[in-house]
C-alpha cells in the first residue's frame, strides 16, 4: 500500500512538473523550427536529414533553440550521421549511427515540445560530442521494433512452457530450434529471460536471471506451430507463472540512448527513454550534467514491461557536479544508476616516469582516458590500497586495448605489474534526489566516486540491492573508494531484494572486491553516513558493508514487511566485514524485524559502537 | 475443373523447369561471390554495401557472375544508390531508392540460386541503367511489410463492416477516424478496396474497384477497439462476404520491382516477384528483353492475396523483340502486362520542322523520348489517323513535361495543335506465351505496337478483359494502333469479365479511344487475327472490336460456362464498331451460349464476313 502511494503521489508529481514546463518561454529570436527543413509529424517519414540541416542552420545562431512542433517523429539509419565511438560498457560493434549529432555546439537547446521521437534499428538517438552548454527538453524516446522482447506465459506442463509474442512489435523466427527475435536490420538470439508479475509489473522475486527458468534452460528447443504460441521444450527447472510476462533478452547493447561524451553544463529535463539499444544515458569523461524529470520506464501504452536495454543513466569518467532529480526507472535490464571510472591495469613498467597500461574490461576499450595535468592514483590490485599518485604529461593510445602514460614525476618505486591506476581527476560529485527505482534487473544506484555523494530523498523497489557501493581492480575494473556518502530519508521497499544479483548482499550493499582481505587490511571506503531512511525488509539483510572506515547507520527506522517469503542466504540484519569505526545509533527497529543482529567478519566488536539500540545482537 | 487443372500443370511444369535450371553450369573463371564481401544468409543486416562491392568487383570482369549463396537477404535504404529517374506510368517521388543498381554494365548475370531478396521501405529492387546483355536469374523479390495492405472480413451487418488485419505484416493506425498504413519510412492512406474469395483467391465477381464496397465507401469511418479488430462504419452499399479477404490499396507507385532503362539483351528468368512498390518490371526505351518463368505472385507461405502494387510487366517505348514465356501473374493490382509508347501533344510550332510537344499523363513525363535519326508519326487526335511522319534531328527537354524536337524535314503543313507524336522507332515485337494469367485487378493482356504481336497458349482468368488492345492519345497517352496480331490457342476461362474495368467491353477488347467516329472513320487497328481458342465465357460479350480493318475471328471453340451470372451491360457475343474486313468462321459455338449475336455501329453487315456460322445472327 505504502509503496503503491508513493508511487502514485511520484507519478502525480511529475505531471505536474511537466506541465508546469510547458509554460515556460522559449527566446524567440533563435528559434529553429524543424518544420522549415520539411519535416512532418506523424508522416512516418526519415526525419534524420531535416535535424541535419536544421542543425546547420543552429550552427550559425549565438543562443539557438530547435523546436519541434508536438506530434512523432522517425528517425532511421539512413542519412544518419556515421562516427566510430568507443563507448564505455557497450560492445564495440562501429561505427556508431547517430539520430540526433550534436558535435562542436556551444550553446543549443533542443526543445521537441513533447514529440515522440521514434528509431529504427540500431541507433543512437542523441550524441553529444565535445559540446557544451547544451539542454534537451520534452521529448520521449522509443522504438517500434525494440531491442529487446516479450512474451506473455499462456500454459507451462511438464517439459514445456507455451508463450505468445505479440509479432507486430517482436518479430521473430525458429532458427536451429532457438528463438530469434528480428527487426530493422538485425537478429538477435534469445540470450536472457526475466519474468515479471503480471499485476505489479515487478520482477517476480527469486527469479533474478538465470533463476526464472532455471538452470540449463538455454537447452531449450522451440517450436512454433504458428497458432501464435510458441513452445519452449525443456524440463524447466523453474518454471514461470501463467499470466505473467517474460522479458526476453537478446542483442548486443551497441549504442547509448543519449550519449554525452567529453560535453559540459548538460541539462537533460523532461525526457521520457521508453527504450534503447544499449545504456540509457551514457556520460563519459563529461562534466556539470543535470538529468531532472528523465524517465526510463516501460511504454504502458505498448503493454511493455521493459524499458532500456541495460542500464539507466551510466557515467564513467566524469566530473563535476551530477544531479539526478525527480527521475524515474522501471523495467530497465541492468541498474538504474551506474557511476564510476575506469581503472586500468600496469601492463608493462616503459621508463622510471613512464607505464603500459591496458583497458581490462572488453567493453571498455579505446577511452580518451587522460590527459596532461590529470591527476592519476596508483592502487595496489591486491588490497586496493592507494601506493601513491602522479600528475599526468602525456597520453598516446598505442590501440584500443593499451595505451601509453607518461608522468611529470617519477613512478612510486613500489609499483607493479598488474597494480591498477584510477584517475583521480575525472571523479564527479553526486547527487540523486526525490527519485522512483521502480523493478528493473539488479540494482538500484551503484556508485564510486571520492567525491561528495548525496542519495536522498528517493524510493526504492529494486529487484536487487538499491544502493551498491563497489569497486574492484580485477573483474568490472570500475572505481574507486567513496570518501563522502549521505544515504539520506530514502524509502526502501519490500520488494527491494527480492531476487539474487551479482553482489546483492543487502538492502545496501558496500561491496569491494578485495582479493586480500585481513583485519588489518585498511579500509578500502570512507565515511558512509546511512540517516532518517526508512526500511521496510521482508528478509535479514539491510546492510551489508565491507572495508569502510566511517559508518554510521543511524536515526533510520526498519519495519518489517511481509510481502514476499524471505531467502537471502544471509541472515543478519548487518553485516560488517574489515570495517572500523561503525556507529549504529538511534534506529528504530520493529520487533519483529528477522534477525535484529550484527555479524562481523575480520574484525572486532570494538569497532562498533551501538547507542540506543538494545534491540539489536551481535552474532 | 478444367481451369484447375491447367493451373496444376503449369505449377507442376514451372517447378519442373526451375530444377532443370539448377543444374546449367556457370563459368568458374569470372564468378563473384557475395560472401566474399561480409553477406551473410540470413543474418537480417543490410547487404546494400555488400551488393554494391561485389558489383564493383564484376565491372572489372570479362564475363562476371555474382552468385549468391541460397539464403535471405535483406536490403534496406541506408547505403543504397539514390537516383532521380521519371519512371513510365509511375509517380515521380524521387530520388529513386536503388537496392541492386547496375549502370553501364555490358556483361553481367547475377545468379541468386534460389535466394529471398528482402526490401524494405519504398525501393527499387533492381535498376538496370544504360546496361546491356544483362541475365538475373532465380531470385524472389519479396517485402516483409509491403506497401499493400490486407484485411480478413470478420462480419458485417447494417451500417458497419469488421475487419481483421495481421499488424505484424500490415502494421496500422487509425487517423482523423480513417484506416491508414505504416511501414519502413512511410504512410499510406486507404484508397481502395478489392474483394477476394477466401478459397478461389479470386477477385469476387463484379466487386471491381469501387464495386466491391459501393459508391460513396470512402465516407465511412474506423475504429480500432484494440481487439485486433478494425471496424468500418457507414452504410455500404454493398458488403463483402464473411470470411473473404479485403485487398487494401495505399500508398503512391513510386518504384519498379525491376526497371529496365536505356538498356537492351536482357533476360530475366526464374525470378519471383510476390511484391514490389510500384509496376512489376518497367521497361523502358529498353530492347530485345525476355522474360522466362517470371512470377508475379501472392506469398502463399504469407497467407497474402495480392502481388505487386499495380501493373506485372510494363512496356514503354521499347523495341526489338519481347519474349514473355512460361510467367505467371496473379494479385496483382493492375495488368499482368501493358505494353505501349507514350503519345505526346503538340503544344507549339516553333518552327516549318521544329515543335514544342508536352507529355499529357502526370505519371508518364520526363522521358527521353527520341533520338536524332527516329522515326516518328504524326497523328490527328480526333480520328487518331496517322497524317504524316518525319525523322528526327534533335530532342531537347525544356522541363519534366515540355520538350523541343527538331525533325531533318519540314512538318506536314496540316499539322495541329493539340495532334500526337508516336515514336516509331521504339515499338517492340511481342510474343507472349505459355503463360497464365490468374486474378489480378484490371485486365491481363494490354498491347499496343505496331510490329508483329503473338499471343499464344495462354491461360486466363482475368477479372476483366482478358486481352485489352487500346489506344489514344487523349486519356492515358498510351500509342498505338496495331497492325499484326495474332492471338492463338489460349485459354479464356469462365473468370474472365466478372468485374468491370475501364475498356474492360468483352473477353476480348479492342477498343481504341477515338473521339470523332463515323462509318468512314479510317480504321486505327488492322490485321488482328484470333484463331484456335477455346473460350468458357459464362456472361455475353467475347469480342469487342471498334476500328480495327482486317480482323479474322476463326476456328474458335466458345463453350459456355455457368459458374457465374452474367451481368455485363453489352448482351452480344460479339460487338462490332467501325470495323472492316471482317470474318467470322469455323468457330464452334455452344448452343447454350448466351447472346450468339453480332451487334454493329457505325459499320454495314457487308463488312462482316461469316462462314459455318449458322448459329450466330446480326441483331
Known sequence: MLQKAVYTLLVC???????????????????????????????????????????????????????????????????????????????????????????GFHRLTIDARGSSFIFHGRMQPFTLDHSSSITIRRVNINWDIPLTAQAEVIDTAKGYIDIRIDKSQFPYIIEDKKLAFIGEGWKGKLKMVMEFDKVSHSITPQTGDDAALGNGWKNYTALDPGNGIVRLSYDFLRKPRKGNILVLRHN??????????????????????????????????????????????????????????????????????????????????????????IYVNIIKKIASNKLLCRFMEPMSIGLEWARAGEHISFVDNHSLQ?????????????????????????????????????????????????????SCRARGILVATPQKIIIEGNTFESSGSAILIAGDINSWYESGGVKDVLIRKNNFLAPCLTSNYQFSEAIISIFPEIPVLTNNTPAFHRNIRIVENEFHPYDYPVLFAQSVDGLIFGNNCLQRSYDYKPFHRHKATFSLIACKNVIIKNNFIDMNLLGKNINLHFMSKKEVKLLQQEKLTFD
Open 252 to 341: 548486443d547493447r551497441d549504442h547509448a540512448g543519449i550519449f554525452l561524451f567529453h560535453s559540459k553544463n548538460v541539462l537533460l529535463e523532461n525526457i521520457t527513454i521508453y527504450h534503447c539499444a544499449g545504456l540509457g544515458v551514457l556520460s563519459q569523461f563529461s562534466e556539470n550534467l543535470s538529468f531532472i524529470h528523465v524517465d526510463l520506464i516501460p511504454d504502458n501504452n505498448k503493454g511493455r514491461f521493459f524499458s532500456g536495454h541495460d542500464d539507466g543513466l551510466h557515467f564513467s569518467g566524469c566530473k563535476g557536479k551530477i544531479l539526478v532529480d525527480s527521475c524515474r526507472f522501471a523495467g530497465l535490464m541492468d541498474d538504474p544508476i551506474n557511476v564510476h571510472g
Open 386 to 438: 592507494t601506493i601513491g599518485d602522479g600528475i599526468v604529461s602525456s597520453f598516446f593510445p598505442i590501440n584500443a586495448s593499451d595505451f601509453e602514460i607518461t608522468f611529470v614525476n617519477s613512478l612510486p618505486q613500489n609499483l607493479q605489474l598488474n597494480f591498477g591506476l584510477e584517475n583521480l581527476t575525472w571523479t564527479p560529485e553526486v547527487t540523486v534526489q526525490n527519485s522512483y527505482f521502480g
Open 13 to 103: 508529481l511529475s505531471a505536474y512538473w511537466k506541465v508546469g514546463a510547458e509554460i515556460q518561454q522559449i527566446p524567440q529570436a533563435d528559434t529553429v523550427k524543424i518544420s522549415d527543413f520539411g519535416a512532418v509529424p506523424n508522416s512516418y517519414v526519415n526525419i534524420v536529414p531535416a535535424v541535419k540541416a536544421a542543425l546547420e542552420v543552429c550552427k550559425q545562431k549565438k543562443n539557438p533553440v530547435l523546436v519541434f512542433p508536438k506530434g512523432r517523429y522517425d528517425f532511421w539509419p539512413q542519412y544518419a550521421v556515421e562516427k566510430a565511438y568507443y563507448e564505455s560498457n557497450t560492445t564495440d560493434n562501429n561505427p556508431k549511427c547517430n539520430g540526433v549529432f550534436i558535435e
